[in-house]
């Protein structure tokens, strides 16, 4: 179906109706806990819990707009179905940099407490629609919710790889040349200054009209750069993990902690590639399979969840898991329980800035999706302002959430899904996930499980949930018209792209015959180095001849920036264009002939 028939289904739906007959806040509260209608009213909560079979037909429950009134049950049944659904993203970026930084269980358990607390509160911004100025507001006033955005988390890989090269982060390489990284909480701290200030562009983007961001990024320009971005994280995460590890075990070195995978001195260490570590990641992946085959509406929105737990559970009863990290963590923890040393590192700037390019374009793309869910219209003024609100929201959202000790947080898709299934868009029930985000984020025991995930778990349901975020890409790309114009930019983004991925020393010289750089030079050269760079493989080389550079080269910003440039300067192909409309033509002229002769 096209992006047109699409919108036009989306604005013959009528919006949700305004209460009549508005009442006080205390009498709502009273009718919603004295009454059996308040708590529980006409929902069938059997088809929310029950089981299903693939070939069963059930009815499907009453709708519930974004402001409608909402059950108190299924407010907060609804609510936690969206927290669950957006754990595992939520989870996973913070492990993965406290992996690649080498911190310790205590710092690592406290980056995942601030990331599900900064959720929980950034996502009530952003579900907000406040009034600024004129036409200016913050916050969709959606079911929107928020995370980390996993172009951050491709791009940030790469930047502490590049400090860990040039020894801005301590490493010690061994006489068979394996390289064993120390921590660097340091390094953290750059990232969140340096996304602190580029924040600025995205809350700058906000302001201008939405149909000319939707210009400027239009639906071949967002789908290659979600496309890419799920391809990257499945190569140099998700199935690195599965395999038992990504921290440095995955080159089997014959020497050193990592010989074993995660190390030495873990229970039941392995060699990566291990048939135990395939296995339960496979266990973990097989099981999203069955949840959404045999599970119940709850269960399949919360489907990554449940392989997790059932991975758990089998590596817990052999001996994979240590529980160090659960007891060690804190009963009670919030933000700020950990600092880090704000800072810029100049050759971040640069990529960072196409970060927040990237976010930009999700969040056009998922507030429209959310828009689509939620039957409201994806046309005129009401929906230009909530992209510009979401936008903005998402802008100060980055800023913010430095502040907060967390990597920028923007609009998550994958609510959109839990939606669609549960036919309830309503902000209430948005509301009881912030609650239960925040509480899960308190909860330092929680933090303490989750960071006690065996690698192979988690690499066997991060690789669905990265596979995920590439097909959403795909689904984005469906929307174009593929006429010669777009395959050909399509085509020139892919090539960087897909050549990156496949080959990713492509750039391994780019500017080894420059001798002796200065300090900006250099700085820029790094700032280049991890724009072309992709997180698929690490490669080590001589950049400038002046440091050894172990970098994963990123194929998300530069596919990314083809397609951008390529859809602004390239000309509407109006030849194209008619004979396309021909070719419908004579098809629709062959189909009534057809007709005829069957009359």
């Known amino acids: 179906m096209s992006h047109v028939s699409m919108s036009s289904v989306t604005k013959e739906q009528p919006s949700p109706a305004a209460n009549p007959n508005p009442r006080s806040v205390f009498s709502v509260v009273r009718q919603k806990v004295t009454t059996k209608h308040g708590w529980f009213g006409d929902y069938d909560y059997r088809w929310l819990c029950l089981p299903s079979l693939p070939t ?88 929107s919710v928020v995370g980390t955005s996993f172009a951050t988390l491709s791009t940030a890989s790469a930047i502490f790889d590049m400090m860990y090269a040039n020894g801005t982060c301590p490493s010690a390489t061994a006489a068979d040349g394996t390289v064993t990284r120390g921590p660097c909480p340091d390094a953290y701290g750059m990232l969140l200054g340096t996304s602190l200030i580029c924040a600025f562009l995205e809350i700058g983007l906000s302001f201008l009209p939405p149909r000319v961001l939707q210009r400027i990024f239009p639906p071949i320009v967002t789908g290659t750069c979600i496309l890419m971005i799920g391809s990257s994280l ?59 085959l045999f599970g119940s509406p709850f269960l399949k929105n919360a489907s990554i969840i449940v392989g997790l737990a059932v991975g758990c559970i089998v ?43 990237s976010t930009t374009m999700e969040a056009i793309g998922d507030i429209t999706a959310s828009s689509e869910v939620s039957r409201i219209p994806v046309e005129g003024e009401d929906f230009d302002s909530r992209i510009q609100g979401g936008v903005l929201s998402d802008g100060i959202g980055g800023f913010i959430s430095a502040l907060f000790t967390v990597t920028p947080l923007s609009v998550f898709a994958q609510n959109n899904g839990v939606i669609s299934v549960t036919r309830c868009a309503n902000r209430t029930a948005g509301r009881w996930c912030c609650a239960f985000l925040i509480i899960f984020g308190c909860l330092g025991k929680i933090s303490g499980f989750f960071l006690a995930i065996p690698n192979s778990v988690l690499g066997g349901v991060t690789t669905f949930l990265f596979a995920s975020v590439a097909v959403s890409g795909l689904r984005v790309l469906s929307y174009i018209e593929y006429t010669r114009r777009d395959r050909f930019i399509l085509a020139a983004a892919l090539s960087f792209g897909v050549g990156d991925l496949l080959v990713p020393t492509i750039f391994t010289y780019l500017f080894a015959s420059v001798n002796n750089p200065n300090k900006g030079l250099q700085g820029l050269f790094e700032s280049i180095t991890i724009v072309l760079s992709t997180p698929c493989q690490s490669t080590s080389f001589t950049l400038c001849h002046c440091h050894t550079i172990l970098i994963p080269l990123t194929t998300v910003l530069i596919s990314g920036i083809v397609a951008l440039v390529l859809n602004l300067i390239l000309p509407h192909d109006r030849s194209q264009q008619d004979g396309d409309e021909e070719v419908v033509n004579v098809a629709q002229d062959l189909e009534i002939q057809v007709l005829e002769r069957e009359r």
């Not at 907060?76 to 179905?81: C, K, M, P």
Request: a neutral charge.
């Open 56 to 143: 069963a037909r059930t009815k499907q429950p009453p709708f519930y707009g974004i402001d409608d009134e909402l059950p108190l049950v299924l407010a907060i049944a609804s609510g936690l179905q969206h927290a669950l659904a957006m754990l595992a993203g939520l989870i996973a970026p913070p492990i993965i940099f406290a992996s690649a930084l080498m911190l310790d269980s205590d710092t690592s358990s406290y980056m995942i407490s601030a990331s599900l607390i900064g959720s929980g509160i950034l996502s009530l911004v952003q579900m907000s629609r406040v009034k600024l100025w004129g036409r200016y507001r913050l916050g969709t006033g959606l079911l």
């Open 234 to 292: 499945v190569g140099s995460s998700g199935i690195l993990d599965w395999g038992g590890g990504s921290n440095g075990c995955q080159a089997r070195p014959t020497s050193g902690i990592y010989q074993l995978c995660p190390t030495v001195g873990s229970p039941h260490a392995l060699p990566w590639g291990s048939p135990q570590f395939i296995g339960l990641g496979f266990l973990s992946f097989v099981s999203i399979i069955l949840t959404e």
């Open 315 to 357: 590596a817990g009863a052999a001996g994979y898991i240590d529980g160090s990290t659960i007891t060690s963590a804190p009963a009670i923890t919030f933000l700020w329980v950990y600092r880090f040393k704000i800072n810029v590192y100049p050759p971040a700037i640069l990529p960072m800035l196409a970060v927040y390019v």
